[in-house]
């Protein structure tokens, strides 16, 4: 599944794309995919034009002229590919649909803009969806109201950061920061980094943590995370950038999936072990518990 970084590459690439064009058809073949009444396809996405692309968390928000917004999950193996004459645009599941003419056998949802553009949303598993609600009850879906803030807000500052985690405090640390009604986006990569980046073990229970700690791992989150972003994202086995290509984060990942190498910090030979249900990388020498 994609984390944060990885959503906020694929939102800028539809921004910069799609923001302005209008939807002259919408077809689909799966109802599980795209769940969603006729009528108000036809009255509300249907002549609608592109008002603007937004993220929360880890799913794509597209807002219509109409008042309502197209609300997209990835899943697991989704992708949005946008094709017109002169660019083809690919984020997902790397796989050879990102590249062929389109539709094909995974195509999902298919989008027809009045200048003959178009925009895919394939899915081999079917597991991800679009939905189109008004725009006013997005932030009323169940998701919506439970997941918690964004890390990278500006508004979010780091005693915020240290409460929520405290409301957890028999938890380990890495269940914690994987809690997506703690903080929003952060996934497995993500928290490997950013926990050897505090020097913090991920077994910890919250309760042990100090304020310090605290303080280092949000700087540490943010930092990691905005890196991500600048690279493309982490790409980790199933997402690309926005123009189709890996992202590099991975280049620079100190920890994650660099076991039996020596830490970038100390020398001390990188070990992987479970931790949450989930393969954690650390450095026993920096990270005790």
Not at 242 to 271: H, N
């Amino acid at each position: 599944m994609p984390e944060l970084p990885e959503v906020e590459t694929v939102k800028r690439g539809l921004q910069r794309l799609i923001v302005g064009r209008k939807i002259v058809s919408v077809n689909h073949d799966n109802p599980k995919s795209f769940p969603n009444a006729a009528a108000d396809v036809k009255n509300f996405l249907v002549n609608a034009d592109v008002s603007e692309v937004r993220r929360r968390a880890k799913v794509l928000l597209i807002d219509l002229s109409t008042n309502y917004t197209l609300v997209i999950h990835l899943k697991m193996t989704g992708q949005l590919v946008f094709v017109d004459d002169n660019s083809r645009f690919g984020a997902g599941h790397p796989n050879d649909s990102l590249i062929n003419n389109l539709p094909d056998k995974s195509t999902r949802v298919t989008f027809d803009f009045t200048d003959g553009s178009h925009l895919y949303f394939n899915d081999q598993r079917k597991f991800g969806w679009v939905r189109l609600l008004p725009t006013p009850e997005v932030p009323n879906i169940d998701f919506m109201k439970k997941v918690g803030p964004e890390p990278l807000e500006a508004n979010f500052n780091a005693m915020e950061f240290i409460s929520r985690f405290k409301r957890r405090p028999r938890t380990s640390i890495k269940a914690a920061i994987l809690d997506q009604t703690v903080i929003a986006g952060v996934g497995n990569i993500y928290a490997d980094e950013s926990l050897w980046g505090a020097k913090i073990h991920p077994k910890r229970l919250v309760e042990s943590i100090t304020d310090q700690e605290f303080k280092d791992l949000y700087t540490e989150v943010r930092a990691v995370m905005n890196l991500s972003i600048e690279k493309g994202g982490s790409t980790n086995h199933n997402y690309v950038n926005a123009e189709g290509k890996k992202g590099s984060y991975m280049d620079f990942a100190r920890v994650f999936r660099r076991e039996g190498l020596p830490c970038p910090r100390c020398g001390t030979e990188i070990i992987k072990i479970k931790v949450a249900g989930r393969g954690t990388h650390i450095c026993p020498h920096d990270q005790r518990l």
